[in-house]
């Protein structure tokens, strides 16, 4: 079965710092991985996306994710943390060529906290 | 940059009361989804709708839920009979393609069931 995990629920991190915070999937088929922030009161927003080609993607603000095969993982990264991105983080996976359709799988998502 | 519009941002019903939500999609867009949120915890996918059909759907989108294209531009969700544990944050995407774009989402509505 489909599924994402995202192992801390906060991450806590100081201004400055570089940030990271973890995802690892499961699919039988490829995925397709993408990372949305959430702000409070607000829908997801698009951060950035995995489809194929550099394991390395960057997105939106200054984040980037890396794609790791043998790891099942799509960690994302930033080298310095603001106090702006405080939010929720959550990861997604869409399961291609496998037996899924075409629904998102979503993680539980994590808070990230910046402090000043 | 455009946007997913919902409407209401807040709504409060009794429970037993019929609501809807609505949701005004990206004009280019022809992937439709709604998804619920409750208390800022797990995102929990209801259905997607393309072509004027249900494409695919959750456990949780039972006989109480539907969805429909009124007008060619709205984009709703119908809650039939609402019971308390309906209570959530709802969540309008929408997608270019089903596979490689990612979703735009609106910024929700809030629904309280008394």
């Known amino acids: 079965a489909q599924s994402v995990a995202q192992p801390e629920d906060q991450v806590n991190v100081a201004e400055g710092n570089p940030l990271t915070v973890k995802c690892t999937y499961s699919?039988?088929?490829?995925?397709?991985l993408f990372w949305y922030v959430q702000y409070p009161n607000r829908g997801l927003q698009f951060l950035l996306k995995?489809?194929?080609?550099d394991n390395l993607v960057k997105g939106s603000y200054g984040f980037e994710a890396e794609f790791n095969k043998s790891q099942t993982s799509f960690h994302l990264k930033k080298p310095s943390a603001l106090v702006s991105d405080s939010a929720l983080y959550f990861c997604?996976?869409?399961?291609?060529?496998?037996?899924?359709?075409?629904?998102?799988?979503w993680g539980a998502g994590t808070k990230l906290i910046i402090k000043p | 940059e455009p946007e997913v519009t919902q409407t209401p941002s807040h709504q409060v019903t009794q429970m037993g009361q019929e609501v809807i939500l609505r949701c005004v999609p990206i004009?280019?867009?022809?992937?439709f989804y709604w998804y619920r949120q409750i208390l800022g915890q797990k995102v929990e996918f209801l259905v997607s709708?393309?072509?004027?059909?249900?494409?695919?759907k959750s456990e949780i989108f039972d006989d109480q839920f539907s969805v429909e294209r009124p007008d060619g531009s709205n984009f709703t969700l119908k809650i039939r009979s609402t019971k308390l544990e309906d209570s959530a944050m709802y969540f309008c995407?929408?997608?270019?393609?089903?596979?490689?774009?990612?979703?735009?989402f609106g910024d929700g509505t809030r629904l309280s069931i008394l």
């Open positions: 997604a996976v869409r399961d291609i060529w496998g037996d899924s359709n075409y629904q998102l799988i």
């Open positions: 995995y489809i194929t080609g």
């Open positions: 709708f393309y072509n004027n059909e249900i494409s695919e």
């Open positions: 699919v039988s088929g490829n995925p397709y």
């Open positions: 995407a929408t997608s270019r393609d089903r596979e490689r774009q990612p979703q735009h």
């Open positions: 004009s280019n867009h022809l992937y």
